[in-house]
């Protein structure tokens, strides 16, 4: 099973990015899908979390500028970046499980992790 982000780079302050989840290996029917980032010096914090029906949450830190979907006919999750600050500087990494539960704190207990994806915003 592998979940892969991609998407991430170095951009300017005000910019868009798109990132992406791709995941392989066995069947997500039914699994929650979700993106955290852990900024340096800081814990992993969750953004978004959306289930295979397609019910969206946003935690506080992606409430606003940031947008998730799912394409389930590729497997694919997406996160939308807009007005990116400096403060988004991070790691982006994708998850997955069959409990939506799990989708809070660092989500250490989830069941799969991509190996995430840099995203740097200068100002």
């Known amino acids: 099973v592998q979940l892969q982000a991609s998407g991430g780079g170095l951009v300017q302050a005000g910019a868009s990015l798109r990132l992406s989840c791709a995941a392989s290996?066995?069947?997500?029917?039914?699994?929650?899908m979700g993106w955290f980032r852990q900024a340096p010096g800081k814990e992993r914090e969750l953004l978004s979390q959306i289930s295979w029906t397609g019910n969206m949450h946003y935690a506080d830190s992606g409430e606003g500028r940031f947008t998730i979907s799912r394409d389930n006919s590729n497997n694919t999750m997406y996160l939308q970046m807009n007005s990116l600050k400096p403060d988004d500087t991070a790691v982006y990494y994708c998850?997955?499980?069959?409990?939506?539960?799990?989708?809070?704190?660092?989500?250490?207990?989830?069941?799969?992790w991509g190996k995430g994806t840099q995203v740097t915003v200068s100002s």
């Open positions: 290996g066995r069947n997500f029917m039914g699994y929650h």
């Open positions: 998850a997955a499980d069959a409990n939506v539960g799990k989708f809070r704190g660092n989500g250490r207990n989830l069941e799969y």
